[in-house]
């Protein structure tokens, strides 16, 4: 762990002298602001615990894919960061821009605060973001500052461009975050981390493949609790809402509490249903048929191509 603690503090010292560099850029270009932010290195403890990233393109992504395996996580003393790669600042049916970045961003930070993991808002316009050399570059620091040991994001087919193209950029971090001369402002990870890509269902070019499932009963409700946060998401319905979706009045809104709660709650039931053959390879046939809630991963193909073994350790639930 001794080269661990050194990376940290020649981290901090060149992340440090960043500031400088991009408070040149950020007059010009406004993502720059929050790559400055980005560019404040966490503190990598050398204790021995597991270091998680995981992505998603806007301000909910990373957290309905991360929420319960990152509270298990959490609770066993392991670093957790969600990341949005977007601002969320058109998600919404009724109001955009900055009054809904930011309360979007306050919406995930108590989400973060509740699961026990670190949130970080890239301020990239929603609906904007590209698979351009700068974001690479975003992505690849965002992973070396964490000192990552798994990176968690999508896939690449999915309906939304934000959510392909964030994908992408985690695709094409997933070696260059090992190549010295790229980024040489943030020193490169000396293990190249496992790239895991939560589930989806997406059938083409090719269905997702569990290749990790991970039981969550013993978190669920904190889990919900947490995501329900949410509210201009979840229980207004986002860019796709209406008037009235979340009624005034005290009894319609309790209606829609409900509803909402049961909705997400039957999502992770689904992917305990789908994913029970992957289940059964990690909790054995007998536990595994009693697993009602869960979560499901792939691993990618480029990062570190982990054993089964090295998988359990991962997950050591
Ligand atoms: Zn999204």
Not at 74 to 96: F, P
Not at 205 to 220: L, M
Request: aromatic share 8%.
């Amino acid at each position: 762990m001794k080269t661990r603690k050194g990376f940290s503090a020649l981290t901090l010292l060149v992340g440090g002298g960043l500031g400088v560099v991009f408070g040149t850029v950020m007059i010009e270009q406004r993502p720059q602001i929050a790559l400055a932010k980005a560019a404040v290195p966490a503190q990598p403890a050398a204790d021995g615990k597991l270091r998680i990233i995981i992505f998603g393109a806007h301000p909910d992504d990373a957290e309905y894919r991360g929420a319960g395996v990152a509270m298990k996580w959490a609770r066993m003393g392991h670093h957790v960061k969600l990341v949005s790669a977007t601002n969320g600042d058109i998600g919404h049916w009724q109001m955009a821009g900055g009054p809904l970045a930011q309360r979007r961003k306050n919406e995930v930070m108590e989400v973060g605060r509740r699961l026990g993991v670190t949130t970080e808002v890239v301020d990239i316009h929603d609906g904007e973001i590209m698979p351009t050399l700068e974001n690479r570059r975003i992505i690849t620091r965002l992973i070396r500052q964490w000192n990552a040991d798994i990176v968690i994001a999508n896939r690449p087919n999915d309906y939304h461009p934000d959510h392909r193209y964030t994908s992408i950029l985690v695709e094409d971090s997933a070696y260059m975050v090992t190549v010295p001369f790229f980024c040489p402002d943030v020193l490169p990870l000396k293990k190249n981390p496992v790239f895991l890509y939560a589930s989806d269902e997406f059938q083409r070019p090719n269905p997702f493949r569990a290749d990790v499932a991970v039981a969550i009963d013993d978190v669920i409700e904190p889990t919900l609790d947490a995501l329900l946060v949410m509210e201009s998401q979840i229980h207004e319905g986002g860019a796709n809402g209406y008037a009235g979706l979340f009624p005034e009045d005290p009894a319609g809104r309790q209606r829609r509490r409900d509803e909402v709660r049961r909705d997400l709650a039957k999502r992770y039931a689904g992917y305990a249903d789908n994913y029970r053959d992957a289940l059964v390879k990690f909790y054995g046939d007998a536990q595994a048929r009693t697993v009602r809630y869960a979560q499901a991963f792939e691993v990618c193909e480029y990062g570190r191509q982990p054993t089964h073994d090295e998988l359990k350790r991962m997950f050591p639930f």
